[in-house]
């Protein structure tokens, strides 16, 4: 069993910072990209930043410069530092991952954490 944990949402005002974190557990034997997409009312799921394997990392053009991610593979977790945080940053935030369980590739999600930009 897999599964992804995630910490680190809350209550912010503008312009201030936060720091996400996801750690995989369970039967891993790697794990490929991993990742942060937010979800806010009315509006689909889009990605926020991700990182690959071997380091390829894109954000969405509205966090550039702003946010950035990370990834410590010896402890299987992703980070995303946000910084200058604007009020449209909120939304509840979902760790991916793609994991490799007995060579066979899946897709797994974190529970989502809110995060609440205030004006």
């Known amino acids: 069993q897999v599964q992804l944990v995630e910490s680190g949402g809350g209550l912010v005002q503008a312009g201030g910072s936060l720091r996400l974190s996801c750690a995989a557990s369970g039967s891993i034997f790697s794990i490929g990209t991993m990742g942060w997409y937010r979800q806010t009312p009315g509006k689909q799921r889009e990605l926020v930043a991700a990182t690959t394997r071997l380091g390829r990392i894109n954000y969405a053009d509205s966090v550039k410069g702003r946010f950035t991610i990370s990834r410590d593979s010896a402890k299987n977790t992703v980070y995303l530092q946000m910084n200058s945080l604007k009020p449209e940053d909120t939304g509840v935030y979902y760790c991916?991952?793609?994991?490799?369980?007995?060579?066979?590739?899946?897709?797994?999600w974190g529970q989502g954490t809110q995060v609440t930009v205030s004006s």
């Open positions: 991916y991952a793609e994991i490799y369980v007995e060579l066979v590739r899946q897709a797994y």
